[in-house]
């Protein structure tokens, strides 16, 4: 079974409509990442949590808020998708200096 | 402004021979340098790490180097196989743990 899931794998949406990410762990790691690829700029960091109280804010935060259900579940929500959020998302988990990563949601936004 | 930067966007390499790959830093807080290796449709998996306080650490056919006043770092596969095709991103570390990734370079082994 893999460490990290993530749902959905792909999803195509609209401009302006809400869209969540979701992401679990089975490993019981305390924290928790979620970033973005893009061609030619690697991967950039858009919150991090540390614990299920602790919710903190990446490089790139702007269009997006999360939420930590549980110690398991981190979720990604785009409140209004628009076009330049069109990437590749990864969510991660584990510890401070080695994460797992899970398969990654590619999510176009037209 | 990126604080990890990998100047050779790809590599192509002949089976059996070394892959070099790259990596430049800026920020000197950061104390802890990773490689992750990524396949298509994959997330990126772990692959070998540095501390600060050495120089060098290897792994079977993977090395990396720290030379830490030129802010530099270099992953040696030798040999280098076809399952190494491959993103190869490089990550660095400060003690706020977390992590800086670079831009990635895409490495192909032709047989």
């Known amino acids: 079974d893999a460490d990290v899931t993530q749902t959905p794998r792909n999803r195509i949406t609209k401009t302006g409509k809400r869209i969540m990410l979701e992401c679990s762990q089975t490993k019981g790691h305390d924290r928790m990442y979620w970033y973005r690829q893009d061609p030619g700029l690697g991967l950039r960091l858009i919150y991090y949590?540390?614990?299920?109280?602790?919710?903190n804010k990446g490089e790139i935060s702007d269009g997006y808020s999360v939420s930590r259900q549980a110690q398991a579940k981190f979720s990604l929500s785009l409140e209004s998708a628009i076009p330049n959020q069109t990437a590749l998302y990864f969510c991660a988990a584990g510890t401070a200096i080695e994460q797992y990563f899970g398969p990654g949601t590619r999510l176009t936004v037209t | 402004d990126q604080q990890v930067k990998q100047n050779s966007p790809s590599l192509s390499v002949q089976e059996g021979r070394i892959s070099i790959l790259n990596c430049d830093y800026t920020?000197?807080?950061?104390?802890?340098f990773l490689w992750y290796k990524k396949y298509p449709a994959e997330g990126p998996t772990f692959l070998i790490s540095?501390?600060?306080?050495?120089d060098k650490n290897e792994d079977g056919r993977f090395t990396v180097f720290l030379n830490k006043s030129a802010k530099h770092l270099s992953l040696h596969i030798v040999p280098s196989q076809p399952g190494d095709s491959a993103v190869y991103f490089c990550a660095a570390s400060a003690a706020d743990y977390k992590l800086s990734f670079g831009a990635g370079t895409t490495v192909t082994v032709r047989a």
């Open positions: 949590s540390f614990d299920v109280k602790d919710i």
């Open positions: 540095i501390s600060s306080i050495k």
């Open positions: 920020n000197s807080m950061f104390d802890y």
